[in-house]
């Protein structure tokens, strides 16, 4: 079936280092990737996301590439800082507004950024 | 501020007992999920609705679980007869299609013993 692998699942950085997430899936026709944090004992929320007509996406020190082809997606963290400190969630979902529709998310990535 | 409101926001309940959580998504929003969050599993979607009508229910276990959206502005989710494997934390999340932010409510922690 379909599924998303996510790498790696935790991940060290020192402070002010880039981190960097990978996820790839497995329907070609996904057409939506968000990328989801969720901090200790909070609800996940959302930092970015990116539609499968655009390859790149950048909001400050976040940013999100696609490669439809290779079909995988990655989250880009620039300048880590403490408060990064999460788990990181990436979902491909399918919405052609039928019931073959898809969410899927990955099993996450533990970040933890070293002061 | 608007925001997705969970009630319980945590239950203990012993072993065959039935478990209610309820759902006020965020008025406007035509979808409505429900997730399922364990370390083993991490996030799983059981269910949601477009418009009040369920869509996608392929991910919940349905001779036990039940989901029901009675109006626009309340989602439940019944787990009857309740089983110590269904410990978990449930999330609610609403928004406006599939392909469009989700918005977390801040979960219902449950406990089965």
């Known amino acids: 079936g379909e599924n998303v692998e996510q790498h790696p699942s935790t991940l060290s950085v020192q402070e002010g280092d880039s981190a960097v997430i990978k996820c790839t899936y497995s329907?070609?026709?996904?057409?939506?990737f968000p990328w989801y944090k969720q901090e200790l004992g909070k609800r996940p929320q959302l930092i970015i996301d990116?539609?499968?007509?655009?390859g790149e996406k950048k909001d400050q020190r976040i940013a999100v590439t696609l490669n439809k082809t290779a079909k995988h997606f990655s989250l880009h963290i620039t300048e880590t800082q403490p408060e990064d400190s999460a788990v990181y969630f990436c979902?491909?979902?399918?919405?052609?507004?039928?019931?073959?529709?898809?969410?899927?998310f990955g099993p996450g990535t533990s970040l933890s950024v070293i002061p | 501020d608007a925001r997705v409101t969970q009630t319980p926001r945590h239950k203990v309940t012993e072993m065959g007992q039935e478990v209610t959580m309820r759902c006020q998504p965020i008025?406007?929003?035509?979808?409505v999920f429900w997730y399922r969050q364990t370390m083993m599993q991490g996030l799983e979607l059981l269910a949601y609705?477009?418009?009040?009508?369920?869509?996608?229910d392929s991910g919940m276990p349905k001779d036990r679980f039940s989901a029901e959206m009675p109006d626009a502005t309340l989602a439940t989710l019944k787990i009857q007869p309740s089983e110590p494997r269904d410990s978990a934390v449930y999330f609610c999340?609403?928004?406006?299609?599939?392909?469009?932010?989700?918005?977390f409510g801040q979960g219902t922690r449950l406990t089965v013993v």
């Open positions: 999340a609403s928004g406006q299609g599939l392909n469009t932010e989700a918005f």
């Open positions: 329907d070609s026709a996904s057409n939506y």
């Open positions: 990116i539609r499968s007509n655009v």
């Open positions: 979902a491909a979902i399918k919405d052609g507004k039928t019931s073959y529709d898809k969410v899927i």
């Open positions: 008025l406007g929003h035509n979808t």
């Open positions: 609705f477009r418009n009040r009508a369920p869509l996608d």
